[in-house]
Every structure is written in C-alpha cells, then in structure tokens.
C-alpha cells in the first residue's frame, strides 16, 4: 500500500467515503484524486498544506469563539482534501432539499397564518408555542411577496448503509456558505490541476440567485433597490463571512445602528444623509431584531424593523420568527405533512426523532434510552446533547427523571454513526486518515423554485472519532466538490448595468467615522514607534546623553512613556503595556478595532497588512521581551505602517471614504509635528546631533543630507520640517493636504472658525520668513513662529470637534459639543 494510505483505517460500523477495499484500493470517484495524490512526493504535499494554512491566515479566515483561547480572531480551519460527491448522487440529494424547503416555507407560513397544521392535529401547538422564536409579534404578519425562506440550509450525515439523513434544518440565519466558497477559492488554488481535470461544478451561480432572487423581491417600488447586509458586528463567530458575503453580493454591511425605521419605512444612514432600505438579508437572530416589540434588551436590532416588515414597506431574509423551524422536535411530523400538503413522501427523510411531549413517545424513548441522543426541544434551553450509550446506570436513571418531570421540552433521536472521510492529518505524518464528518447544504428561493448550491460546507469532527461534529468545539472543514456531467463555464451576470457609477451612494456615517480614527490611530502608532525606537536605540548613549534626555522630555510631553519614565523597563511598558492606555500596544489595539470595523473597505493586501500587526503586537507579552525585541518589533512596526500609508496612497478609490481617512491622518500628523517642533522655538540652541534627532523623528534625514552639505543647523532643519510644500513629512504640505480634501467633502463653511483659523494660519506659516530663524530660539521670528504654531493647534482642534459633530454624530451644527481628541 502507498504510504499516503498506511494509516488510513475503514471502520467497520459506519460509512467510509473512500471505502479501501481489501486491494487497498478507494472507490471509483476517489481514484482520480488519491492517484495523483500519490504522484506528488511527500514534501510536495506538505508546500500545499502549508499554502492552505497561509491562506487562511493571510485573508484573515475567522471563526471566533467566545473565550476562546485563541482570542477573538480564530483562524478558520479547512482540510486541504475535498469532500468528492458524483453526480448521479447528488442530483436526488439537491432534490430533496429543494423539496424539502418548499415544504418548510409553507409550514412557517401556516404557523403565522391560519395556523392549520395546529387546529389538524397535525403539529402539537405545546412544541410551537414553547419555542422561544416562535415570535408572538408576527402572528398575522405577512412578509412582502409572500416570501418567508429565502435561504435554507440542512445538515446532513450518512447513515451506515449510505442513505443520506437530515441532522438538522436551518432557516434563522443560516450560516457557512460564505465558508464554503471561500474554502473553494482555498482548495481550488491549491490543486487547481485536480480541479480542472475532474470538472468539478461550480459555486457561484448559488450567490448569483441570491443576489438576484432579492432584488426581484423589492422592483416593484419604482426606485433603485437598496438591500443591505445586517451583521451583529465584528465579535460574532461568523463576522468574517459577513464581510466576505457583503463584498461577494455587492450590499452594503451595516449594523443596527446604521438602521433607522421613519413611518414604518427602514433608512441607511449615510454620509449624504437618509436613503431607503428595500431588502436586509440579516445574519441577526430572531429575537434581536427589533427591540421595540421583541427583545427588548437587545442593542443590535433596529428599532420599529417589525413594524415595517408588517407594513410590507421591507423584505427581511430570513421572514422574522422562522427560527421556530429549528426545534428538532418538528423533524418526526414532518413526513405526515410531506404527505398530506403534497401527497409524497420526503425524499430526504430526517433521522428518526420523537418529540417526547406524547405520552407514547415518551415511554419508548425512555425504554430505548441507550439507544439514543437526547436533544432540546428549544435552543433557549442550552441543552448539550446527551448520548445514552455513553451514560452509567446512575446517569441513565438521572436522565429518565429529567424526562419524566419535564417531557416536552426534550426530543429524542437515533444516534447515526457519521460516516468518515479522509483527512491530511497535519500533525507532521503524510499519511492520511479518517474521521468523521457531515455536510451542511444550501438552497436559495428563486422564481423558479429553490435552487441548491452545488457543493457546500463539509465538517469534520475532532480526532478521537468524535460523533458530534461542531466549529465551535474545535471540528474543521473541508471544500465538498460535486462532479459535473458537463464541462462547467463561469455564469454570465444576471443583471444589466446601464450606467455609470463613480460615487458610493451608501456611503455609512459609522464607517467614514472608522476610516477618520484609522487614519489618526496609524498616525499616532507611527510618531509613537519612532519616537520610541529613537529612545531605545541611545538609552545607553555616552557621547550624546543631553540627545537621550531631550528626547525623553519629548516624549513625556506627548504622553508617550508612564510619568517618571527613564530607563529600559519605561520604555519597555510604553510599548508593551496592555493596562497603560497610552501605551504603543493599547493604540495598536484601537487602530486594529477601527480596521476591522471597516474591513469591508479594505483590499486584501491592506487587511493582511493590519493582520500582521495585529498578530506582531499580540506577541508583545511574551516571555523575555527585551531591549532587543522591542527595537526589532519598532522596525517591523514601521515597515508595515508605511505600507498602511502606501495602501492609502495607491490602493484606495480618492472617495469620501478615502477623504475622511486622509483627514484623520493629516490632523494626527500636523498635531504631533506641532508639539515637536515646538521645544526647537521655546528652549535653550541645540547642538548638530539634537538636530540631526529632530530630522530622525521627521523622517527626513536623507532628504537634508541630500540637499545640504553640512551638519544639521536650524534654520534649514525648520524649513524641512515646517515649510517645505514638496515634503509630505512638512507642516505645510500637511495643511495644503487638509484644507484641499476638507474642500472635496463640502466642509466649507463650520461655525466657530474652524475652516477660517485653519486657512488664515496655513497664509500666514507660507508667508513666514524662515531667515529670521538664523537669530536662534527665543528670538522675535522664533516666538512669532510659536505663537502660529499655538493658533493652528486650536484650529486643528476646533476642527476636529467640528467634523466629529457634524458627520459622526449627525447633531445640529450649533449644539455645543466636546469631543476628546
């Protein structure tokens, strides 16, 4: 047998999906795959598990998990293998589910209705009414069109003999289908060989018909549809595929607080002021959605969304209230629905499942308890699953009293035995092995019917041969690859575009707000790092201490080093110190927060970037972080914050968005360059190396070397620093800057003089005659100088509180307002 095979082990009482047979050969449809996988040597396989890892890693792939120890930004984790599905097997199989939604949409729309399945005997009203998401609100509600599911996902496993069963139905917020394509551009890059030669279907026709099916659903308004993305934020478990749906659909992310309802109408909020929402596809539970009328404690719905929906003024997908389809106690009446609405039997049956709320049910499951797992009739229980073959006698008899004091609120099911995969087992070997594994679907409501994604997310269960396959217990995923019957081509767009657009017309107010704080918070991280590494590196200077202690004012002055600070360790916990809130980390951490918050503006080449920051600053605690570190760590920090800055520069459309991020830039840099430059004005004449530190901490030492044949003197080193319009690290250039991009963004005209003081001190720092300098600090052009340099200060301020009122906040411009800044 091929090494690749050595450790692979079929189990005897379970389906094997690569089912070796006793020649060691894996089934036809495996046998392309595990052939050249054979072909290629060890160290190859291994590169490619690697670039898989990197890849997740490098597109910032997340699963969080709260309290997890891996912090807030889980790596996602995918098996490099796919899933191989033929396609004679899934044809029924999309089948099923197709039928299978059909089923469940018109049962969410009976339950809401005339609720005949309840008066019919055909549904216990106990196992409806129970359920925490069945909305009260709602009842009577009609969704606009008519349209209740919009999006439907079943969780699938094999049964021993092959059959497919459905573990579970999904019709709240199903998530995964942003994973699955995401792992498909993964795998597909790391075989892209295989994938061609296999023809394998393609996913994205599935979010085609999303995007397509919702705007259909809102055209007969006679305007332009927006639909909009409603995400919890970025501390969900799944925020990460939210962003990454937003960009593949076109729609705009927004939160809550994005959100208004006006007259039972929804509105974005955007920087141009209020425009109308006509669909949300929302990745919010039920019961936050809207914490006027149902819970009220939640500060992520919108307020009055219910009201709206029920005024059909909005689609909402999935329809408020259809989580009460994810009760497992629905599954064991389903087939006599199947049968009485549609006069056929569920080609996809679920796994056998009683509701134990009947008395006969009950007695059979607690006879059979061994035999079976106990569930939750309600995800408002936080109930685990419990498995009765893994129970003692004692444990048996707990959970029999449990049954008997509360029956309904439990369900009982056939334990399946999962079927297995092969997994690369990324634990140093180059053998494959097995492990258990089920499969999530996807369908979406078309015109037509429901459409079924071809392929979706395959999970894989923890090693130890785990039954219960769960992301947030530590399960990873694989790509699942359905076979065509056709050589597949990329779809054409569904949508005609008829014009051109050159604007973001839903441009939010918190994003405009996020991109200004990115911009300060690089800013301030930069100045922050060069000052501190211009520290570190003369802490034990002996030819020039005076350049160390001026320095250290300096720094103590902007708040950059704890009160007191003057050796290594101060320095050490002005960058490391995670309780400190002026220290370099607690910045990084703000400026990380703000990227993420607008995550959706950013390429991938500028989040990769702050990933890297993000994971160089999370090492900061480490054992043994010295001087050493800490100087490499400051040269890391540079390098990638100037590719922030080159990214600004070159890799973002010259937008309001982009406008807001170089405001916030420019008003960071001009604060810090003023409080530097300031002590060259005020205190006592510095020496060629003081100077030659002030051009360090500018920035632009090679430029002076460059055009001056001497050692650093005053008078030119102030030029640079201050008036030089070529020079982007120049007080000037900056001002030049701001007030052209603060022209671009219609800020023209702000009460209190902040545009006026901010111009009127730009004409009057041009027109200064920096000859006068020669006559040192302390001298009249010195303090004139000083007392401009003060002026701007407050100008810079008053602006800022200015744009923070009129453009974050949105408050009338005459309320008066402070804003720390």
Not at 240 to 262: I, K
Not at 631 to 636: I, P, T, V
Not at 750 to 777: D, H, K, N
Request: glycine share 8%.
């Amino acid at each position: 047998m091929h090494p690749l095979l050595a450790r692979y082990r079929p189990a005897r009482d379970r389906y094997d999906e690569l089912c070796l047979d006793e020649g060691g050969r894996p089934r036809a449809h495996w046998q392309s795959l595990i052939r050249r996988l054979q072909q290629i040597p060890p160290e190859g396989l291994r590169e490619r598990c690697e670039f898989v890892a990197r890849q997740i890693q490098e597109n910032g792939v997340t699963y969080n998990v709260y309290a997890d120890p891996k912090g807030d930004a889980r790596p996602w984790d995918l098996d490099m293998l796919p899933q191989l599905i033929t396609s004679e097997e899934w044809a029924p199989l999309a089948a099923g589910i197709a039928q299978r939604a059909g089923l469940l949409e018109r049962v969410l729309a009976d339950l809401y209705g005339e609720q005949t399945l309840l008066s019919g005997g055909l549904l216990p009203p106990d196992l409806v009414f129970g359920h925490g998401n069945f909305l009260w609100p709602a009842q009577g509600v009609r969704p606009r069109g008519d349209a209740w599911l919009h999006v439907y996902a079943a969780d699938l496993a094999r049964a021993p003999d092959g059959r497919w069963w459905v573990l579970a139905d999904r019709t709240q917020t199903p998530s995964g289908a942003g994973y699955a394509l995401e792992n498909r551009h993964i795998v597909g890059r790391a075989f892209p060989e295989l994938f061609r030669e296999l023809g394998i279907r393609r996913l994205d026709g599935f979010f085609d018909a999303l995007h397509e099916s919702l705007l259909q659903r809102c055209e007969d308004d006679g305007e332009p549809p927006l639909i909009v993305l409603l995400t919890p934020g970025r501390f969900n478990e799944t925020y990460f595929e939210h962003v990454f749906l937003a960009r593949q659909l076109g729609f705009p992310l927004v939160e809550g607080q994005d959100l208004t309802v006006r007259d039972a109408t929804v509105y974005l909020k955007t920087l141009g002021g209020l425009q109308r929402v006509h669909a949300i596809l929302r990745r919010l539970d039920d019961d936050w959605c809207d914490p006027l009328e149902l819970r009220a404690d939640s500060a992520l719905g919108v307020p009055g969304l219910l009201d709206a929906v029920r005024a059909q003024r909005v689609v909402v997908a999935n329809a408020l209230g259809s989580g009460v389809l994810e009760s497992p106690g629905l599954m064991g009446f389903l087939p006599a629905i199947a049968e009485k609405w549609l006069g056929e039997p569920l080609s996809l049956p679920s796994v056998a499942t009683w509701w134990c709320g009947e008395e006969a049910t009950l007695r059979d499951a607690l006879r059979k308890l061994p035999q079976l797992v106990i569930k939750g009739a309600y995800p408002s229980q936080g109930f685990e699953p419990v498995y009765g073959a893994d129970l003692d006698r004692a444990g048996l008899r707990a959970l029999r009293a449990r049954l008997r004091r509360r029956p309904g609120a439990y369900v009982a099911q056939e334990q399946v035995h999962l079927s297995q995969a092969p997994v690369w087992p990324g634990d140093g070997s180059d053998a494959l092995v097995a492990r258990a594994v089920t499969m999530r679907v996807y369908a979406v409501a078309t015109s037509e019917g429901f459409q079924v994604m071809p392929g979706g997310l395959t999970r894989v269960a923890q090693p130890g041969g785990a039954e219960v396959v769960s992301m947030q217990r530590g399960g990873s995923s694989k790509d699942t690859w359905v076979f065509a019957d056709a050589p597949q081509r990329a779809a054409p767009s569904l949508r005609r575009i008829d014009s051109v657009v050159r604007r973001d017309p839903h441009l939010l107010s918190r994003t405009v707000e996020n991109l200004f704080w990115l911009g300060r918070y690089a800013e301030r991280c930069d100045v922050h790092a060069r000052l501190l590494r211009s520290l570190l590196n003369r802490i034990d200077d002996d030819l020039d201490p005076q350049v160390f202690e001026m320095g250290l004012g300096l720094a103590r002055q902007l708040g950059r080093v704890p009160t007191g600070g003057a050796d290594a360790a101060d320095l050490l916990r002005a960058i490391a110190d995670v309780d400190w809130e002026n220290s370099l980390h607690v910045n990084l951490r703000r400026l990380c927060w703000s990227a993420s918050e607008v995550r959706a503006r950013l390429s991938m080449e500028n989040w990769r970037t702050v990933m890297e920051i993000q994971r160089d600053a999370a090492s900061l605690g480490a054992a043994g972080f010295g001087e050493g570190r800490a100087s490499a760590f400051l040269n890391r920090l540079l390098t990638a914050l100037s590719a922030l800055s080159g990214f600004a520069l070159d890799d973002m459309t010259r937008d309001d968005s982009w406008r807001f991020l170089m405001v916030g830039r420019s008003l960071e840099r001009l604060q810090a360059q003023i409080a530097q430059v300031l002590p060259l004005l005020e205190g006592p004449p510095r020496d060629a190396a003081a100077l030659g530190w002030w051009l360090e901490l500018g920035n632009v030492t090679i430029t002076y070397r460059s055009r001056y044949l001497a050692s650093p003197q005053l008078m030119p080193v102030l030029d640079l620093l201050l008036l030089d319009e070529d020079n982007p690290h120049a007080m000037l250039f900056q001002l030049e800057r701001l007030t052209a991009t603060l022209a671009q963004i219609g800020f023209s005209a702000a009460p209190e003089g902040a545009i006026e003081g901010l111009e009127g001190t730009r004409e009057r720092l041009r027109s200064f005659e920096v000859s006068g300098l020669l006559a040192g600090p302390g001298s009249e052009p010195a303090r004139e100088l000083s007392v401009l340099l003060g002026a701007l200060s407050t100008a810079l301020h008053v602006l800022s509180e200015r744009l923070v009122a009129r453009y974050f906040a949105q408050v009338d411009d005459h309320s008066q307002m402070t804003w720390s800044t």
